[in-house]
């Protein structure tokens, strides 16, 4: 299992300091979080963040819990991912969801609303950015996004292509389905991160996999005539990521914690303290160390 910490509260250039603090204490990844305009939230922008964390380590994992690309247009998305990617050492994965309605940026601002097309875009958005990142000149037709044959280039360094863990609300079956296509799985489940519902969860993305080993998966590159995209990378391994809290005062009582996911499938456990958005709690939590076992 491998851990990751996400920067709850803190600047973007806070930000910088805390990853490279992280990085020191022997975490595995460390996110910072894709919010624009929530109530009583100070936000600095997710991509430039990034930027600061990037610049700051050399080793972590770096990425969103979880980026919303519905808000976005897919080519900057994708621009903004590559060149972070490259900025980063070919160090970014792109955990992705519909987005949190509670973010002012979505209705308040006239973006779409509804579940259904939300996950649509969310969709396109993942086909483009996968068939750019070739670097090749591409073209695209959907039913949200259009474009004419044009290059992103520079590509990212990762190949064949930056990995992608789609949100999995279990027992959802349409979320968890979209997650099969890409490199892992943001698993939400309903109520909280209980081993027992994660081992099912689990179970059920071991099947799926299985399942489609034998009738054979999707290509990684989708054919350039549909907007679908996705499918296993060879070599890659699948990600099962989950989230919580443990307390850092207590490794025993981490590990222990830690332990119960890793048994029942977890390949990351991120700590995030979502109710606790206090930097000197933060900054003792990275220190502490991840809660291995």
């Given at each position: 299992?491998?851990?990751?910490?996400?920067?709850?509260?803190?600047?973007?250039?806070?930000?910088?300091?805390?990853?490279?603090?992280?990085?020191?204490?022997?975490?595995?990844?460390?996110?910072?979080?894709?919010?624009?305009?929530?109530?009583?939230?100070?936000?600095?922008?997710?991509?430039?963040?990034?930027?600061?964390?990037?610049?700051?380590?050399?080793?972590?994992?770096?990425?969103?819990?979880?980026?919303?690309?519905?808000?976005?247009?897919?080519?900057?998305?994708?621009k903004e991912a590559?060149?972070?990617?490259?900025?980063?050492?070919?160090?970014?994965?792109?955990?992705?969801?519909?987005?949190?309605?509670?973010?002012?940026?979505?209705?308040?601002?006239?973006?779409?609303?509804?579940?259904?097309?939300?996950?649509?875009?969310?969709?396109?958005?993942?086909?483009?950015?996968?068939?750019?990142?070739?670097?090749?000149?591409?073209?695209?037709?959907?039913?949200?996004?259009?474009?004419?044959?044009?290059?992103?280039?520079?590509?990212?360094?990762?190949?064949?292509?930056?990995?992608?863990?789609?949100?999995?609300?279990?027992?959802?079956?349409?979320?968890?389905?979209?997650?099969?296509?890409?490199?892992?799985?943001?698993?939400?489940?309903?109520?909280?991160?209980?081993?027992?519902?994660?081992?099912?969860?689990?179970?059920?993305?071991?099947?799926?996999?299985?399942?489609?080993?034998?009738?054979?998966?999707?290509?990684?590159?989708?054919?350039?005539?549909?907007?679908?995209?996705?499918?296993?990378?060879?070599?890659?391994?699948?990600?099962?990521?989950?989230?919580?809290?443990?307390?850092?005062?207590?490794?025993?009582a981490a590990a222990?914690?830690?332990?119960?996911?890793?048994?029942?499938?977890?390949?990351?456990?991120?700590?995030?303290?979502?109710?606790?958005?206090?930097?000197?709690?933060?900054?003792?939590?990275?220190?502490?160390?991840?809660?291995?076992?």
């Amino acid at each position: 299992m491998r851990y990751g910490i996400v920067l709850a509260t803190g600047d973007a250039r806070t930000a910088g300091g805390l990853a490279a603090d992280a990085e020191a204490a022997g975490w595995d990844g460390v996110f910072t979080f894709d919010g624009l305009a929530i109530a009583g939230i100070d936000l600095d922008d997710p991509w430039i963040t990034l930027a600061s964390m990037a610049l700051r380590t050399s080793r972590v994992t770096l990425g969103a819990m979880v980026f919303a690309p519905a808000r976005r247009r897919p080519w900057l998305f994708a621009k903004e991912a590559f060149t972070l990617d490259r900025l980063s050492g070919g160090r970014l994965v792109l955990p992705v969801g519909i987005g949190a309605l509670d973010d002012l940026a979505f209705g308040n601002v006239g973006e779409p609303v509804g579940a259904r097309e939300r996950a649509e875009r969310l969709d396109e958005t993942l086909a483009i950015v996968e068939r750019l990142g070739s670097g090749a000149e591409a073209a695209f037709e959907g039913r949200h996004y259009r474009f004419g044959p044009m290059a992103l280039r520079p590509s990212p360094v990762q190949r064949p292509r930056i990995p992608v863990w789609p949100v999995g609300a279990w027992p959802n079956a349409r979320s968890m389905e979209r997650a099969l296509s890409w490199d892992g799985v943001v698993l939400q489940l309903a109520d909280g991160a209980s081993p027992a519902l994660l081992a099912e969860a689990t179970s059920w993305v071991v099947a799926k996999r299985a399942m489609a080993g034998i009738v054979g998966a999707r290509a990684a590159v989708a054919d350039p005539a549909s907007p679908e995209a996705g499918g296993p990378v060879p070599g890659r391994p699948f990600e099962v990521v989950v989230d919580g809290v443990t307390p850092g005062d207590d490794p025993a009582a981490a590990a222990s914690i830690s332990r119960a996911h890793a048994e029942a499938g977890a390949t990351w456990w991120i700590e995030a303290d979502w109710d606790r958005p206090d930097l000197g709690a933060l900054r003792a939590r990275i220190a502490a160390g991840p809660p291995r076992h």
